[in-house]
Structure formats: C-alpha cells, structure tokens
C-alpha cells in the first residue's frame, strides 16, 4: 500500500519534504493555515505558484490551504502522532475539523521574527522586520516614507532591499552587532564562503544595492528608543559596547516615520513538543542526520531545527521527505542532499554566531516599558514580581503579572520574559497550538488515515 505523509507547513522546507516524499513515492497531504503556498520567504504571489507547482500538480500530492493544526495527539508508546486540523476560513464558524493518521510526519511550521522592547516599541509605525517585509514582499505596500530598520542579523539586508523595492526612504540599517565579531563570524574562512556562492553573491548584492542608494550600514549602533505624539516620529539611536550596553553620550535622534525592528527569529515549537520530540539545548527540534525526531515517524525541517535560511530550510526538507516516504538513506541524491544540508547548516551557524543578541540589552528599559504587549505588562511589574522570593518559578510570575498570558500565549514575548526573569523552561508547551472555538471542538471529526481526508 502507498505510503502516506503529512507535512506541515508549505514554506520552503514543507514543499521540499513534499517533493522529496512524492519522489520516494508517497502520497503526500500538504497542509498550511496560509491560503497560499511559499512560507514567509516565497511572499510574491506568482514565485510561490511557480516553485510549488511541480508539487501542487502530483497526482498523488493533495494540497490543504486554509487549514490549521491545532493540536497534535501523542499515541501510546508506538506509532505515529496523530493530526488535528481545521479546514477553511479562520473567520469561518463552520471550519471542518478533522483528524489525520498518517504512516509518517514531517513538521516544517517554521519562526516567528523576534524583537527586544525598548522604550515606544509599542507605538504605532514600529513594525517587526518580517511584517514590514511581509507587506513590502507580498503585498508591494511600504510602511512609511522614511524608515530606519535596526536590529541584529543578515535578514535586516533583503528587508532594507525590500523596503527599497516598494518606495520607502531607507535612512539606515543599524546592526546592533560590533563589526569585529560579524568579520570574525562571515570571513573567517574565506574557502567556506567561497563554497556558498549563491549567499555571497547575494550578500555582495545587498552591499551594492545599499551603496547605490546611499543607505549607511552601520555595525555596533542600535535603537534604543522610539518616540513620537500617538505614532512614532522620531527613532534614539546609540553606539552599543560588545555587550550591547550602550556607550553614554553616543546618543542621536533620527526623524522617521516607520521603523522596522528584528533580533532574530523564534522557532514555532508548539507542535514538535507536543507530538513529544525531543529539543537541542530547549531552543531547537533535535533531529538525527536524516532530520528524523527522537519521535518514531516524525521528521522535521526548516527553521524549527535552526535558522539557516530558505535554502538549507529546502534542502532539510527534501531530506526529511525523502525519508519520510520510504526513500532509501544511501540513495546517491540523498547522500548528495544530506551534503548540500551540512554545508548550508555550517554556514548558517556561523551567521548565527556572528549575531549573538548581547546580554546587557535590558539595560535600554525603563521600569515603564511595556514588554508583554497583550497584556501591557511592564518590566517594573516583572522586575516586581521576579524579585519576590515567594514567586521563584516561571508560572508563579505569570500568574502574579500576566506576562505571557494574553492572545500570543508568549509566542512574542516568551523568549523576553525568561530572559528578564531568569526564569528559563520552554515557552512552548501549548497542547492548544491555534486558537479553536468551543463550537468547533465539540463536533466529532472526521477520522482519515488517506490523503484526501476521507472518512475511515
Ligand atoms: C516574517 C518573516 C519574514 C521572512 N522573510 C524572509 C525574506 O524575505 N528573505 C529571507 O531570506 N528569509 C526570510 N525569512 C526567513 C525565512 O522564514 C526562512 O528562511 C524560510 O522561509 C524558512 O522556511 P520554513 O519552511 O522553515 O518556514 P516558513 O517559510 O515560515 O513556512 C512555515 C509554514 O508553516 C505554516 N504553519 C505554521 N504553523 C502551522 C500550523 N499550526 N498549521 C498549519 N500551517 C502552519 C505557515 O503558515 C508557513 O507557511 C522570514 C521569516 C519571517 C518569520
């Protein structure tokens, strides 16, 4: 019998573990909440059609837009996690609710783009990156005329190209990062960069793009504060020691009417840790050298297994898929994926290591300072209920502040809170991983172990 595998996710690494799964000759359920296939990186419209139509076309592929996994169900100590998903609208009252048993799993839902609070990071017209990226990208809208985009890591590059691209004035990109350990971590050895032409090409391509419209990069500056009468109208910025305390009296203040801020991303981790699968060093899916999880039958790929861009999130995926579906491990396309995979993931941890988010950050906020947003928690209430010897546990703080309580469920602010509070333990334990109505929950499913979700 055919073999049938549920990927989730259609961004890069979902499609590449669907084509790598139909190529071993499974059948294939792709399942995104989006209503269009490509992820966050394939935001255009036609170039995401286009990358995904050989898989989309498979006879033996079927392709669930709209639809959310909401839960994923551990079975006893064998078999395969089962899917809980809600097909249609999420705006709908009457989404479909079904539940799918596969042969195998691959998980690819992706991360979330990561900002620090600072002072007025909650006024209108300050934009996560992605968001900004997202509707420059995706929609050709820019967020404001004259934008500052600042934070750490080589993503603020294609939002700047974006932002360009859509019409915005881009007056800086400020990398929180000191230049000496961004040199350190994108040159140090040149043969490696050598052997990823297409990142060094496209880097060299952000450089000339910036000169060409004479936007300044500059290394060790941040913003530290954002201002403005009801929306942001000015951005503070400051020289940041390695550390990223800030060097007093490097102050300035940039006129602006956006700003776009990223730290890095946060991997989605809701549904990996609910089908069980283990976790590297409580930040990443630990997979095996086939992206196989510590959970039989459960692969995964992208960006839950470290961030490393669209193309090693593809080329993991492709190798999950593959495997996933049956292929053989020492087949000569997978020998040669599996190779692609680790050099692209040996570039991307040195990236990741030029980029550290440097510890002193929280020095740029006031007792004021919203860092929940959901639920306007402030990190004087924190600090508050964090210094209580009553209140020593992650919980007893949420419980005392609210942090992390509010409609993200700490999606957003998780990562902040445990840092301010020092509290550690995972943020993503939510056995409820999208939001479902009680309506919903209460009609029975349809049971499916085929592709299509028909009734068993
Ligand atoms: C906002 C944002 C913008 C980005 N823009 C760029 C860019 O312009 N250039 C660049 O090089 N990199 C960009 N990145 C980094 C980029 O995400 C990755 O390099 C690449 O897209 C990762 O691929 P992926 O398949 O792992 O995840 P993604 O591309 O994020 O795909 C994950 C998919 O899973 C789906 N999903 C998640 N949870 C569920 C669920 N419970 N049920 C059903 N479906 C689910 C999502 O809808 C999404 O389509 C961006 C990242 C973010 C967060």
């Known amino acids: 019998m055919t073999r049938h595998v549920a990927v989730i996710g259609a961004g890069p690494a979902g499609l590449g573990a669907a084509a790598g799964a139909l190529r071993a000759g499974a059948a294939v359920t792709l399942i995104d909440s989006a209503g269009r296939p490509g992820g966050q990186y394939h935001r255009v419209p036609s170039d995401a059609y286009a990358v995904a139509a050989p898989v989309l076309r498979h006879p033996r592929c079927d392709w669930w837009p709209e639809s959310t996994v909401w839960s994923i169900e551990r079975p006893g100590d064998e078999g395969v996690p089962r899917v809980h998903v809600l097909r249609g609208e999420a705006d709908e009252d009457d989404r479909e609710r079904l539940v799918l048993a596969p042969d195998a799993l691959v998980l690819a839902p992706g991360a979330h783009d990561r900002v620090l609070p600072f002072p007025g990071w909650d006024l209108p017209g300050v934009y996560t990156a992605g968001a900004a990226q997202a509707l420059a990208k995706g929609e050709g809208l820019a967020v404001g005329d004259s934008v500052l985009i600042a934070g750490s890591g080589p993503f603020l590059l294609p939002v700047a190209a974006s932002l360009l691209a859509a019409g915005s004035s881009v007056r800086a990109v400020l990398e929180a990062g000191a230049a000496t350990a961004l040199a350190r971590g994108w040159t140090r050895r040149p043969w490696e960069l050598a052997a990823h032409t297409a990142r060094a090409a496209e880097l060299a391509g952000y450089a000339a793009l910036l000169a060409r419209h004479r936007v300044p990069y500059r290394t060790g ?80 790929a992208g960006e839950i297994t470290g961030i490393a861009g669209a193309q090693a999130a593809r080329t ?21 994926t599996r190779r692609r995979r680790d050099q692209a993931r040996a570039y991307a941890a040195r990236l990741a290591a030029a980029h550290p988010i440097g510890a002193a950050w929280p020095g740029w906020l006031r007792p004021g300072t919203v860092v929940c947003r959901c639920e306007e928690t402030t990190y004087g209430a924190l600090l508050d209920a964090s210094g209580d010897p009553a209140r020593n546990s992650a919980h007893a703080i949420k419980l005392a502040t609210r942090a992390g309580l509010g409609p993200c469920q700490a999606r957003i602010c998780g990562p902040t809170i445990a ?35 028909n009734a068993i």
């Open 419 to 453: 840092e301010l509070t020092r509290t550690g333990g995972s943020p993503h334990n939510r056995p409820v991983a999208q939001p479902i109505r009680l309506g919903e929950l209460a009609r029975p499913p349809i049971e499916s172990t085929d592709r299509k979700g």
């Open 316 to 336: 993991e995926g492709l190798l999950a898929g593959w495997i996933a579906g049956g292929g053989a491990p020492d087949a000569p396309a997978a020998v040669r």
């Open 221 to 300: 500056r941040a913003v530290t504060e954002a201002r403005g009468d009801g929306r942001v109208e000015e951005a503070v910025t400051a020289r940041l020691r390695p550390d990223w305390s800030v060097v007093p009296g490097t102050e300035r203040t940039v006129p602006v009417d956006a700003l776009c801020v990223s730290h890095g991303f946060t991997p989605q981790l809701e549904l990996p840790v609910a089908a069980g699968c283990a976790l590297r060093d409580g930040a990443f899916v630990d997979v095996d050298a086939d992206q196989r999880t510590t959970v039989p039958g459960v692969s995964a």
